[in-house]
């Protein structure tokens, strides 16, 4: 059983200056798009307290999100997306991970934080989604370093 399938419902889509583009997100978006690293930021991003951030649309959700469709540029999204919903918060607080299944449907119901834990790890280090460098990358995302134990329920 995994404890995490992805729905592509989009709730993790939502919310202004949510998606922080760390520079080989931005490096990996621009080659999808033929453009300049430079060109695709003036393009489809800004800058939040110091960091670049996919735009939203007027739904308020990321711009490359389309209803019936999903995530537009999936193969090459930015890594926080990739690393939902193995974020810091849920990674060592079962209580931020109980409030994500309250809006994730993609997160086993009954996946204690143990296994979600024992898989986020897994995942992660498998994907090279630890944090480099927090200064342009996502706080969300766990930082390299990080020693995580599972909290009891």
Same mark, same amino acid.
């Not at 989009?10 to 922080?20: A, D, H, K, M």
């Not at 119901?109 to 790890?121: C, L, N, R, S, Y």
């Given at each position: 059983?995994?404890?995490?399938?992805?729905? *592509? =419902?989009?709730?993790?889509?939502? &919310?202004? $200056?949510?998606? @922080?583009?760390?520079?080989?997100?931005?490096?990996?978006? #621009?080659?999808?798009?033929?453009?300049?690293?430079?060109?695709?930021?003036?393009?489809?991003?800004?800058?939040?307290?110091?960091?670049?951030?996919?735009?939203?649309?007027?739904?308020? *959700? =990321?711009?490359?999100?389309?209803? &019936?469709? $999903?995530?537009? @540029?999936?193969?090459?999204?930015?890594?926080?997306?990739? #690393?939902?919903?193995?974020?810091?918060?849920?990674?060592?607080?079962?209580?931020?991970?109980?409030?994500?299944?309250?809006?994730?449907?993609?997160?086993?119901?009954?996946?204690?934080?143990?296994?979600?834990?024992?898989?986020?790890?897994?995942?992660?280090?498998?994907?090279?989604?630890?944090?480099?460098?927090?200064?342009?990358?996502?706080?969300?995302?766990?930082?390299?370093?990080?020693?995580?134990?599972?909290?009891?329920?």
């Amino acid at each position: 059983m995994s404890v995490f399938d992805c729905k *592509r =419902c989009g709730q993790c889509c939502e &919310g202004r $200056g949510g998606i @922080v583009l760390g520079p080989r997100d931005q490096a990996r978006l #621009a080659a999808r798009f033929g453009q300049s690293v430079e060109d695709w930021l003036a393009r489809y991003a800004e800058k939040r307290n110091g960091k670049f951030v996919i735009r939203a649309g007027e739904d308020g *959700r =990321c711009v490359f999100f389309q209803d &019936g469709a $999903g995530c537009t @540029v999936h193969q090459d999204k930015p890594d926080v997306c990739r #690393a939902w919903p193995f974020f810091h918060g849920n990674m060592v607080d079962a209580v931020s991970l109980a409030m994500a299944k309250e809006f994730c449907p993609g997160i086993a119901p009954d996946a204690t934080h143990a296994e979600f834990v024992a898989e986020g790890k897994v995942y992660l280090q498998e994907n090279g989604l630890a944090a480099h460098d927090p200064g342009s990358e996502a706080v969300a995302l766990l930082p390299a370093e990080t020693k995580i134990r599972a909290t009891e329920e």
